[in-house]
């Protein structure tokens, strides 16, 4: 991971080792692809700033969540990124499309920037999940080369995760899904 590449959280942040371990490894996933890729300085900060804050907020107890998102009705798994995304804002964040990213990576949106479909898919491919980690590897080796093929092939194999799950679909993944195929 380069130098530039921090992944020191901010002091709202309510993460333990284990989380921040995965954050860690999210932000070498997107700093890898955006050397890569050859981006340009400010791309390749809200790509590693997106991965450095999407799960700063992942344990928190849920009220706080929902105080922060505003939101009474929404799934507790899926409330610390619209949360973390409003005490990004709170704190003076105005580059939306790290706003977007942080708050949808959980569930996906059909009108990311590539910052918000970078995050999803580093999320997803980070070596340290234990399932699928061959294709995940091939995936996320993919990315440079192919970023929008590797990006619908992550979306796909999310859907199809969550199915195996026995888990419902958002309403913004299947727009996400609709986007993309």
């Not at 993919?142 to 979306?155: G, I």
Request: glycine content about 6%; charged content about 30%; proline content about 4%.
């Amino acid at each position: 991971m380069s130098a530039a590449a921090s992944t020191e959280l901010p002091p709202w942040a309510v993460a333990g080792e284990r989380r921040r371990a995965h954050i860690a490894r999210v932000v070498a996933l997107l700093d890898h692809w955006s050397a890569a890729m050859t981006l340009d300085d400010a791309e390749r900060a809200a790509w590693l700033d997106a991965g450095r804050f999407h799960d700063a907020l992942r344990d928190a107890p849920e009220a706080e969540l929902r105080a922060l998102a505003g939101d009474a009705q929404m799934p507790a798994a899926i409330l610390h990124g619209p949360a973390a995304a409003a005490r990004l804002a709170q704190d003076g964040e105005t580059r939306a499309d790290v706003l977007d990213a942080v708050r949808w990576h959980t569930l996906g949106r059909a009108e990311w920037a590539r910052t918000g479909r970078a995050l999803y898919m580093a999320d997803f491919l980070e070596p340290g999940r234990r399932f699928d980690v061959e294709l995940r590897a091939g995936l996320a080796a993919e990315v440079p080369a192919d970023f929008d093929r590797a990006f619908r092939r992550v979306v796909q194999q999310r859907i199809e995760w969550t199915m195996r799950e026995g888990k419902s679909l958002h309403a913004e993944t299947v727009r996400l899904w609709n986007a993309v195929r």
